[in-house]
């Protein structure tokens, strides 16, 4: 039993300051990180325990997340701040094109042990620009490695392990989690890049999900609890590489699944993931899967816009519903 | 003629000039005899901006390179066997065939990497001149870039951040007139590039970049001042391309004429005649290091076309440094 409950900004810090006080080649690069210890206070403490440690930029993004590469390329490990996961879009070709292939492209001369790091999600109003689930594009691309999980039990121990990998990782946290509590244990674990984790045993049908859209199955799982449907919940809190023995263990049990996630439908993950499991385990199938995602517009401002767009606990009970093919 | 250079020095940056000839005109004969594959960038006429500026670099500093970047590959000390069997798509070469001409690199030299972005190094440069300031070394950085880099964005982000961190980079556009196929009077807000450096409070200087002495100078003068603390400096070497962007290119933004003309001013020819003048490059020396690097590119060409291909399963190494086998688990591949 863990008598001690983090929030995911704590976790989060706790992780970073383990990190830094047993490597000395971790440091933080990143915008508005040292006045305010980060957007989110996720940074809280860092800069006075690591003077010189945890650098501000100038608002330069291409540069910051090409500088981290320069860097990770030349003896450090970087831990890249990018702000908000939406302004990954201007640093396309230091992330894509030359973190991504450079130890391929090179033969493998090289490690790259970089970490860049940044709050997705939408749900706040915060419109087109800040509000981007992004996280297929990184998926799509050969040589990164792709993080997004949401209890501060994974977020910490997949911190710590991403900043000791020695491959790029893309480490995406929704902007709505920060806050939320959950037990992360006293002494140290890490969690290995990869592994994704059952957050809730069921026997009807099982939810494949990751980031904030974990919670809203949880949730939506009490619900239909009871109604009698008995969901299970697995969380894949690593996106590449993707732990398909656990996807696989779990639709061969139910039989039925789900894939849900918040960022736009069309061309997500839950494409990737749904192809797979018809072309690998179509008999193991006793329905079609079904996808849950945002609609395919730009994040809109107004908030009941942007709930209309957005999925949440009741996209994964109409799912739910669509594939028992019952209204509840 | 500077007078403070010894002469092996000077008869070092006349080898290292003919060297970079010498391999690049290898490349173009066997580009035309189609045993090249993709696409090939020709440095030939630029050789003293790699020659002079890596002649003040040590061995443990870092160079980031371009889509045209033999020449800085090879001044700064790889292998021209491995560089050429890379080219030739040979597994013995630099990335055993995953790169080619375009992305060379030799992190045991410090070359990290050719780019096929134009300004991809800028960045990359800034980022290894901050682990320089973060490690406590005085290691220096050089980012190459061309007069058509200059316009792009990252440019100022990586000049702006090198400038206010006091990184020890140097920013060295080797200005060869043509960004591609558009000429720099077009494409450029100003007339010399060094100007931008006063817009990041950094020393820009404008060097005859057919002059491999002038350009070291310059360069002695910027990694002084880098591996000092003092910051970076924009160097800018003014020269020309004399192949076309690409080889193939029908180079119909220029005329015959301007390339002639250009062709006078020869790098190589040009401290040739200066050693000359001194006494310092007898017949006899001569004709040996032209001998000497004529059989160097010989031997290279021979061992990348006696080297096997990779197979073709090869393709999937070479990802990911970590577990490979479960990184590639959620693959399909």
Redo the contacts between chains.
Sequence with gaps: MIDRELTNTEAMAEALREEMTRDPSV?I?GEDLVAHGGIFGQFKGLPEAFP??V?D??I?E???????????????R?FVDLHFADFTTTAM??IA??AAK???????????PLVIWAPDGAGLSAAAHHSQSLEAWFVHT??L?VVSPCLPYDVKGLIKTAIR???PVVFFMHKRIFGRKGPVPEQEYLI???QADLKREGSDLTVITYSIMVLHALEAAQQLSRDGISLEVLDLRTL??????AIQRSVSKTHRVVVAHEACLTAGLGAEIAA?IQEELFDELDAPVVRVGAKRVPHPFSPPLEKFVIPGPHSIIEAVSKLLGKQI | MRSSLKAEEMIGLYRTMCRIRAFETKVQELFAANMIPGFVHLSIGEEAVAAGVSSVLRHDD?I?STHRGHGHVLAKGAEPRRMMAELFGKRT???????GSM?I???GVGV??A???VA?G???????????K??GTDQV?VCYFGDGASNR??VH??M??AS?WKLPVLFVCENNQYASTTAMSYSTSVERIAVRASGYSMPGVTVDGNDVLAVRDAAAQAADRARRGEGPTLLEAMTYRWQGHFEGDPQRYRTKEEVEEAKVRDPILKLAAALRKKKLLPKELEDKIQNEVQLEMEEAVRFAQESPYPEPEEAL??????DVA???????A
Excluded at chain 1, 240 to 245: A, K
Excluded at chain 2, 93 to 99: A, D, I, N, S, V
Excluded at chain 2, 122 to 132: N, R, T
């Design positions: 440091f690069v010189g440690r650098i930029t100038p330069s291409t540069c910051i997340a090409g500088a981290g590469l320069g860097a990770a390329l030349t003896g450090m970087p070709d230091e094109n030359q450079i130890r391929y492209m090179f033969g493998g001369q090289v490690k790259v050969p040589g490695k990998d020695d491959d290995p890049l990869g590449w590489p993707l732990d398909w023995e797979r | 870092f980031t070469g630099y990335c055993k065939g995953k790169g992305h690199a030799d992190f990290l990497g780019n096929g972005v991809g800028f960045p990359i440069a800034v980022g290894a001149g901050l682990s320089c973060l490690r950085v964005g990252p982000e990586a702006n951040m206010i190494e070479d990802l990911y440094a970590g479960q990184a590639a688990k959620g693959g399909l």
